[in-house]
């Protein structure tokens, strides 16, 4: 089954405390992405990759990292966690080619920092 | 800057039609999309306008006018399950897939 597949789904953590939410899809899209969400926000994109080794950043990357070794993997790292990155996030990826609008989201995960 | 706007919140019964509104301002533009997400869940994709005019997909239309910055979504034959959030996002030219979303406007679907 074709999918986008990200962990943890749920994960309550401390300030500073090194964290990564793993991010995973099947269909070899070469584009991925991360987006967060938050109340009356909609979803604001934090990076994203056109390809292995290629990131670049979105709207709203202070405070995380990621990286793009392989073409499946999308990892999306906060080296030291704020309360402000409480959201809820999703990662996406689409397949290569100019006339397409279609973005395929995992799950989501749901970050709780205290 | 760049901005999408949409209605906050809408509300209709069931068997109605029901247009949600997406005005935008961008660097760039390659095209509007819709999403669909219900509470709780991921978002899908609904529709994709890169062109002036409408796109027809079973009971949801989308409709784009480019010198008008302007699309909207159709939604016919309204459904209890059709409750949810919908999202326009607009694709600008910082990068080629770079997808920029509005904030969604909540449909409340009433028997």
């Known amino acids: 089954e074709a999918q986008v597949t990200q962990n943890p789904r749920y994960l309550i953590t401390v300030t500073g405390k090194k964290l990564t939410v793993t991010c995973s899809q099947n269909?070899?899209?070469?584009?991925m992405s991360w987006y967060r969400q938050d109340p009356g926000l909609g979803l604001r994109q934090i990076y994203y990759?056109?390809?292995?080794?290629?990131?670049d950043k979105g709207d709203v990357p202070e405070g995380y990292k990621v990286s793009r070794k392989e073409k499946r993997n999308f990892p999306l790292i906060l080296e030291s966690p704020s309360p402000n990155q409480t959201s809820l996030y999703f990662c996406?990826?689409?397949?290569?080619?100019?006339?397409?609008?279609?973005?395929?989201f995992g799950e989501g995960s749901r970050l709780t920092v205290l | 800057g760049q901005s999408l706007e949409q209605p906050s919140e809408v509300t209709a019964v069931e068997g109605a039609i029901v247009q949600i509104n997406c005005t935008y301002q961008?660097?760039?533009?390659?095209?509007l999309s819709w999403y669909q997400q219900h509470d709780g869940g991921a978002p899908t994709f609904l529709s994709y306008?890169?062109?002036?005019g409408l796109e027809e997909t079973g009971r949801f239309s989308s409709f784009l006018s480019r010198s008008d910055s302007y699309g909207y979504l159709l939604l016919q034959e309204l459904q209890m399950k059709d409750s949810a959030s919908y999202f326009c996002?607009?694709?600008?030219?910082?990068?080629?897939?770079?997808?920029?979303f509005g904030t969604g406007t909540r449909l409340l679907v009433s028997p």
């Open positions: 996002a607009v694709r600008d030219g910082r990068g080629f897939q770079k997808l920029v």
């Open positions: 996406a990826s689409s397949p290569p080619g100019v006339n397409t609008g279609e973005l395929f």
């Open positions: 990759s056109m390809n292995v080794e290629v990131t």
């Open positions: 306008n890169a062109l002036d």
């Open positions: 269909m070899n899209h070469e584009y």
């Open positions: 961008t660097s760039g533009f390659y095209g």
